[in-house]
């Protein structure tokens, strides 16, 4: 939905390999792609293993500068099938402010820090509730949460992103905001934090 490809579904090439979708110059796959509309998806244990690995290994992705994987919250059969299955170059931990959100933001940590994945920071998400009418702030999640686990574990905060109504309307209608505002404040947010990852990795890679 968020990349205006909601109803679309992959297709196969010649060699039997998976072709992502693309939009915005972006290649991405789901497998929201490869079955119905409503279905659901109750897998666990092997079958989200095996799904994962089709996912990586069974899709023509060509030439990438990153690939992005996004990972639900835990430290589960998911995670861990990314990590021992392909180089990871880093993680990017996503937490709101609140408290409860922060415990499993740690428990996460921890997983990649004994797998050896190096943490490349944490992004605070929904820091910060924004007026659209006044411009008025308010805490709505706590604030800070990032930075109190900052101190606590030595992770980078890579930035803050607000909870604004036109964050979640551009990415309802599949149009982002760094798309369809890209000068804005919210789509300025994103950038300072993928402008953060990116350095973080090219440090990584002795570039910078």
Known sequence: MMMNLDGERARMNDAKKILPLQNYGIPCMSMGFLIEKNAPVVWRGLMVTSAIQQLLRDVAWGELDYL??????????????????????????????????LLDVRKGAEMFLKVKVPILGVVQNMSVFECPNCGHQTHIFGEDGAKRLSKETDIEVLGDVPLHLSIRETSDSGHPICISAPRSQQANAYRHIAQGVLNKLLMKQGVV
Do not use: E, R
């Open 68 to 101: 992005v994987v996004d990972m639900p919250p835990g430290t589960g059969d998911a995670q861990l099938t990314i990590c021992q299955n392909i180089p990871v170059a880093g993680a990017v931990m996503v937490t709101t402010p609140q408290d409860i959100a």
